[in-house]
């Protein structure tokens, strides 16, 4: 199947793992990073920076690339693990390294040792094959965000994934057990036992299909559903029980397909135990008889689960107050209109700096029906008995709405500015020296084609 080559680990140095480290720090907003940049990110001179990156990309780690307005530096797939086994190293949870025991459609597994000699199991996130890549639409790593580099969304799934394992084995699920992770890699237990898929016979076959059934049920019962249960992801122990494994895809009983993903799971095993054992029952079960007694999908925040269906679940099971859904609502709607006042006076002229939160409330309620200033004089001049006590109400008037901000919104409106020209000056500053960059080669390329089409106008 091959193997990871981490061979080249021992003879990297600080200074390199300090470059890979500034190169992943800079693809968080950058397709290719320019050598510059990480040099100022590693805080290492240039030239040294320079060799550097040379030597990691003779050896694979990093890959060099030229791009139609800039070059830069990409982090490879190869990089990136090195950076994971580093950590786990440093942390005393890997000290060496096996075979590759098992590869899948988005991950690979390895056999690795702790310190103390005892085999654990290693596995490597590859979201990105071409074999798999509806992995962006089918499921939300992207949430909010247009698009991502295929090793951020490995690290979502390993961290998903390591959430999953823990809760559940926290829960006297039969998982294995979860030990650390790191990016994209998650350190587990190592099962003993074989596949189902290669599994032939089997001592009790009813007795096996009725605990896959028991335990779509208790996950279901849990607030989850696997996704993906079936032959490739059951383990079988010499004893004949099941260990469950593969959760990225996991998702919550509250999403929207979720009956059909249960159904799937369960026709899943009914039709291996008839093609493989050619065992049928009659008896499975539905979505319809799920009972919630968890709620693990809150915990983990499953795929298709929202904060309002958690406070519903905890209010249903008793887990929360009608008083403390009341406030908590109360906290919501508070900072969400202190989000639309901050908009509101972002929208504001510069020269308004003196109107109040209670005044931009006031507008907010009154925009649709507020009066002309002419006419609010014509109605208040007839209340009053003469016109220095109108005048005196005007200049109350005008002092009360004429109070100045908070001075810690205006710290807070001074830093963001800051922050936001300091970057501007970072962007300035960076500036891709040394090697030809884009700009450079393009207009070699015009001039070499200028003095190629001479001919077509004439000249010699």
């Known amino acids: 199947m091959g193997k990871l080559n981490v061979s080249l680990m021992r003879y990297l ?4 793992f300090r470059v890979l480290t ?5 693809m968080k907003n950058h397709e290719l990073v320019p050598g510059p940049m990480a040099a100022s990110i590693a805080n290492l ?3 040294g920076v320079h060799k550097l990156l040379r030597e990691l990309c003779k050896h694979k780690l990093l890959s060099y690339e030229r791009g139609k307005r800039y070059d830069g530096y990409r982090l490879t797939n190869s990089g990136y693990d090195y950076l994971a086994l580093h950590s786990l190293t440093k942390r005393n949870v890997v000290a060496s390294f096996g075979n590759q025991i098992g590869v899948g459609k988005e991950s690979n597994i390895y056999i690795i040792a702790d310190p103390e000699g005892q085999e654990i199991c290693l596995k490597l996130h590859r979201l990105g094959r071409v074999c798999f890549r509806k992995v962006a639409e089918k499921r939300d790593y992207h949430k909010h965000r247009k698009s991502a580099s295929w090793l951020y969304l490995s690290r979502i799934s390993a961290t998903k994934e390591y959430a999953y394992m823990k809760a559940l084995y926290d829960r006297k699920f039969p998982v294995p057990k979860p030990i650390d992770f790191n990016r994209h890699c998650v350190v587990m237990e190592l099962v003993q036992g074989t596949l189902l898929n290669h599994v032939m016979e089997v001592s009790d076959v009813e007795a096996l299909y009725d605990d896959l059934m028991n335990l779509i049920v208790r996950f279901a019962d849990s607030g989850v559903i696997h996704g993906d249960f079936n032959e490739f992801n059951i383990i079988l122990t010499p004893e004949d029980k099941p260990i469950i494994i593969d959760f990225p895809q996991m998702m919550s009983t509250q999403h929207a397909n979720a009956e059909m993903f249960f159904e799937r799971d369960v026709n899943c095993v009914k039709e291996f135990f008839k093609k493989r054992f050619n065992f049928e029952s009659e008896t499975f079960p539905k979505f319809s008889d799920i009972e919630r007694m968890d709620t693990l999908d809150a915990e983990v925040l499953c795929t298709g689960f929202t904060k309002q269906m958690a406070k519903d679940i ?24 202190v989000d639309k006042i901050e908009e509101i006076s972002e929208i504001q002229e510069p020269s308004n700096s003196y ?6 409330m006031h507008q907010m309620k009154n925009t649709k029906n507020l009066p002309d200033s002419d006419e609010v004089k014509s109605q208040n001049s007839d209340n009053f008995s003469s016109l220095e006590d109108l005048e005196d109400f005007e200049s109350r008037s005008v002092r009360s709405t004429a109070t100045t901000i908070h001075p810690d919104e205006i710290k807070r409106r001074m830093k963001k500015q800051l922050e936001a020209k300091d970057k501007r000056n970072q962007r300035k500053r960076c500036v891709a020296k040394g090697e030809a960059n884009a700009v450079t080669r393009v207009r070699r390329e015009n001039r070499d084609t200028v003095k190629q089409s001479k001919g077509i106008w004439g000249y010699e």
Do not use: C, V, W, Y
């Open 22 to 26: 500034a190169i992943e720090m800079g």
């Open 314 to 337: 905890n209010l249903e099971l008793g887990l929360e107050s009608d008083e403390e859904e009341s406030d908590s609502e109360k906290e919501e709607e508070f900072h969400d209109s």
């Open 45 to 47: 001179q240039h030239g």
């Open 355 to 360: 109107s109040t939160i209670e005044t931009i």
């Open 13 to 16: 140095t600080p200074e390199d």
